[in-house]
Nanobody, 123 residues
Framework: QVQLAESGGGLVQPGGSLRLSCAAS????????MGWYRQAPGKQRELGAS???????NYADSVKGRVAISVDWGKNTVYLQMNSLKPEDTAVYLC?????????????????WGQGTQVTVSS
């Protein structure tokens, strides 16, 4: 299967910045889309931003203009640069990826989630 490992979360003051990273590992054949979701306590998981292999990006209205998603396809690593952070951005941020991987001699589709990284915005 394909594993995702996030890093870069932490505590930041309102108005501050953080950069999250998520590296995918495994016998990856192709990556279709990588993205970042977030889940705050007592709330549903929501999409923050995503990027496709074709370079198309999608941002939630709540973060548009404050975050930028980028990817290094050679490293199967996606980044989320977050600026002007607000207390309401506090959540666990989870990386998601979809694509195909080698299972023995066959290619199978995968959809994987990372364990999540905590982002806390507080003074």
């Amino acid at each position: 299967q394909v594993q995702l490992a996030e890093s870069g979360g932490g505590l930041v003051q309102p108005g501050g910045s953080l950069r999250l990273s998520c590296a995918a590992s495994g016998r990856i054949f192709s990556m279709n889309v990588m993205g970042w979701y977030r889940q705050a306590p007592g709330k549903q998981r929501e999409l923050g931003a995503s990027i496709t292999s074709g370079g198309s990006t999608n941002y939630a209205d709540s973060v548009k203009g404050r975050v930028a998603i980028s990817v290094d396809w050679g490293k199967n690593t996606v980044y989320l640069q977050m600026n002007s952070l607000k207390p309401e951005d506090t959540a666990v941020y989870l990386c998601n990826a979809e694509g195909t991987y080698w299972r023995s001699i066959y290619r199978n589709a995968f959809g994987s989630w990372g364990q999540g990284t905590q982002v806390t915005v507080s003074s």
